[in-house]
């Protein structure tokens, strides 16, 4: 395990979207790099940056064209190479995004793939072995290219699979786990990090990293085989480096080898009854522009508790502890921003209780000073996620500080509606969102207990009812979204040793008292307290 993993909070980047130096309408490799003292001031000392490399930009950089050299518009290989240098100087780390799974259709394999005479990258992709099969059952394609055969799909059109092989081959075509165009196509992934990470990177964000071997089993136990096998590559030349996972089951990443994985957006699990419960009536909500109940966890009259997250959240955390992490995102490139139905004040709570959690959490840029979600058609394939992925907005100046460019140059438009917030007004105030999370991290930073293999425990959490209190080692953190003041008897904090609770270390929003007799949580508060 990185050890500088148990200190790590990350902030995620979508490079098009954040700091645009030349004036074209796109962010770029250089305008993180100036960013980079605004990102550790606020308290995040590691950085995500979604796909910066060769691509058609199909689908935002997910069809990746050569995986070892950035794409024109964000730079050069140098400049990559300098933003690496800059974090490490500044005592930070860098992850890229891994698109294991797919290339774009229009990578050198996949051109070679499709040749009708055999070569070194026939076997890379999965094809049928006559352009009449299709692929049991599976989206594929064929007719487009001069071999006779269909090819298989990972995602979108432009994305063909990359084969690591079936768990359990049925046909002629298909290769076995260990075949020898599967394990080339392992090598071939192995050689790419490699070459990464001998350039300054410190690990890597894995895209769909459960999709690789085709007709897996219920807990993908092929795909877990690939991934300890690379886990093994690390361990053995790069011990500091870092894997996280899009893969959302962490009974299964951990371990099939990652250090970290993604507690996901997902309807069911429990995450977005946190901030998001409103997906329950589909993903095109927003979209489509309902107005729903809103029943969030944080929403101060939404009427919910913690109690369908901790259910669905703890026994996962119990199965790998002491084994890698869970990593809770405020939101991420794929997820409506929580903006969209939450207030500044409700965020503020809803952050303090995801950044003083186990495991390593994860911040999308912007989400620190509450952009917002807007209604946008789709950019490179981003459909309901575009809203999402507007450029960041830095000052109240011409493109929100984002771009000099002219504004119909810009890759999606800045959010000009009023009260729209930015980074300049947030920094000066010490009542704003992002002073409220600066001051999260910074105590974070500062007690080992709020930090990743920190203990957790719940004290306080039931059914119908707004507070929740738990302990993170020698602390305990409360916090009450709703607009009515609670009163807990310290007698009804489970296993809680202590007749009260000691200093008071952090309160945000509404008063927090630990009384002689019972711990009063003011309307919309939350603070965290010595045992």
């Known amino acids: 395990m990185p050890k500088w993993l ?226 093994a590559m690390l361990d053995r030349d790069y011990p500091e480096a870092a894997l996280v996972s899009e893969w959302g089951v962490p009974e299964q990443a951990i371990p099939a080898g990652f250090h970290m994985d993604f507690y996901l957006d997902w309807m069911g699990n429990g995450y977005n009854s946190l901030l998001r419960d409103y997906e329950r009536a589909g993903m095109n909500v927003l979209s489509e522009g309902k107005k729903l109940e809103d029943r969030s966890y944080f929403k101060a009259d939404g009427g919910g508790d913690a109690t369908h997250f901790l259910e669905e959240y703890e026994p996962r955390l119990r199965s790998i502890e002491g084994k890698g992490y869970i990593s809770l995102i405020t939101c991420n490139h794929d997820t409506p921003r929580p903006a969209a139905n939450l207030t500044p004040d409700e965020l503020k709570l809803a952050y303090a209780m995801i950044l003083t959690m186990p495991g390593v959490p994860f911040i999308y840029y912007g989400d620190e000073i509450g952009m917002r979600y807007q209604l946008l058609p789709t950019k490179e394939g981003g459909y309901t996620r575009t809203g999402s992925r507007t450029p960041m907005q830095w000052t109240a100046g011409k493109n929100a500080g984002f771009s000099d460019a002219d504004e119909e140059k810009l890759y999606l438009p800045v959010d000009r509606t009023p009260g729209a917030p930015d980074a300049e007004d947030e920094m000066q105030d010490p009542d704003s969102l992002y002073s409220a999370v600066k001051a999260v991290l910074g105590l974070r930073h500062a007690e080992p207990d709020l930090q990743a293999d920190g203990s957790f425990r719940v004290l306080y959490a039931r059914k119908g009812e707004a507070p929740l209190v738990y302990r993170r080692g020698d602390l305990v953190c409360a916090v009450n979204p709703s607009k009515k003041q609670a009163e807990i008897p310290y007698g009804e904090l489970e296993s809680f040793a202590g007749a009260r609770l000691g200093e008071q270390l952090l309160g945000i929003g509404g008063s927090v008292t630990a009384g002689a007799h019972a711990l009063v949580l003011g309307p919309q508060s939350f603070a965290v307290f010595r045992a």
């Open 6 to 231: 148990k200190d790590a909070v990350f902030y995620e980047i979508y490079p098009q979207s954040f700091r645009d130096t030349n004036a074209d309408g796109i962010g770029d490799i250089p305008g993180i790099t100036e960013k980079l003292d605004y990102v550790r001031n606020l308290g995040a000392n590691a950085l995500w940056i979604n796909p910066c490399f060769d691509s058609p930009f199909k689908d935002a950089g997910y069809d990746i064209r050569d995986y070892k050299k950035v794409a024109p518009r964000y730079g050069t290989n140098e400049d990559l190479e300098e933003l690496f240098r800059e974090a490490h100087r500044r005592g930070m780390h860098v992850l890229l995004d891994l698109v294991p799974g797919h290339t774009s259709e229009e990578h050198e394999w996949f051109k070679m793939s499709g040749k009708a005479e055999k070569n070194e990258y026939s076997g890379r992709y999965i094809w049928t072995d006559c352009w009449f099969f299709g692929i049991d059952g599976h989206p594929y394609i064929g007719g487009e290219c001069e071999r006779n055969g269909a090819y298989m799909l990972n995602f979108f059109k432009c994305q063909p699979a990359l084969n690591y092989g079936w768990l359990h081959p049925k046909q002629p075509w298909q290769d076995a786990v260990d075949s020898p165009n599967a394990l080339a196509t392992r090598e071939a992934l192995k050689d790419i990090m490699r070459f990464w990470l001998d350039r300054g990177c410190d690990g890597f964000r894995v895209d769909m990293a459960n999709s690789l071997v085709k007709d897996d089993d219920e807990n993908k136990s092929g795909t877990q085989e690939v991934w300890r096998d690379v886990r």
